[in-house]
């Protein structure tokens, strides 16, 4: 039998495949050019500020939040409808949407972390985020996830001061 054809050990490992930060920084220029140049809208941010609000020791929340000045974010807004109920004060209609954010691009360019309970302005009007989730991941690799998707309901009138 011949050795030619012998398979052998590699000295190292082969290099992560489509994941170096190459790659990475490739696919953040795309998503940064077509966020905000394609398919992006402009919201406003208004993020909690951590430092001046007053949280309960035990359950975390707080009755009077401050806010930092907003910020100017292009991200990708759908509008996810009107959801009616019916309550024992009457009919209660509830407006949503789900705003989908390039992480890196907020993180490392504005230095900016989306949280539940911060404000946004979206075509005129007032949205509180509810919910977040990191959906899509980077060549399907768990730790390296590049969208945060935020649910968002309409606020009540009064309820929010951006002043």
């Known amino acids: ?27 953040k220029q795309v998503n940064d050019e077509l966020i ?9 941010y208004y993020p909690i500020d951590i430092e001046i ?12 939040k401050s806010f930092l000045p907003p910020v100017r974010v292009m991200a990708m807004v759908k509008f996810e409808g009107h959801a009616t109920t ?5 009919i209660d209609r509830l407006q949503s949407i789900s ?5 890196r691009r907020l993180t490392e360019d504005q230095d900016l972390y989306v949280r539940v309970g911060d404000f946004i302005l979206y ?7 509810t919910s977040l989730e990191e959906p899509k991941w980077l060549f399907g690799r768990g730790d390296k996830s590049f969208e945060i998707d935020a649910k968002c309901i309409r606020v009540r009138e009064g309820t ?4």
């Open 99 to 103: 705003i989908s954010f390039h992480k």
């Open 36 to 44: 905000e140049r394609v398919i992006g809208q402009t919201i406003l």
């Open 53 to 64: 609000t007053d949280f309960h020791d035990i359950y975390g929340e707080a009755i009077e």
């Open 1 to 27: 039998m011949s050795t030619k054809n012998k398979w052998t050990q590699p000295d190292a490992p082969p290099p992560p495949m489509f994941l170096n930060q190459k790659e990475r920084n490739l696919v």
């Open 123 to 129: 075509a005129g009007l007032y949205y509180e985020i």
């Open 86 to 90: 019916a309550t024992n004060y009457g």
């Open 160 to 163: 929010f001061n951006a002043q």
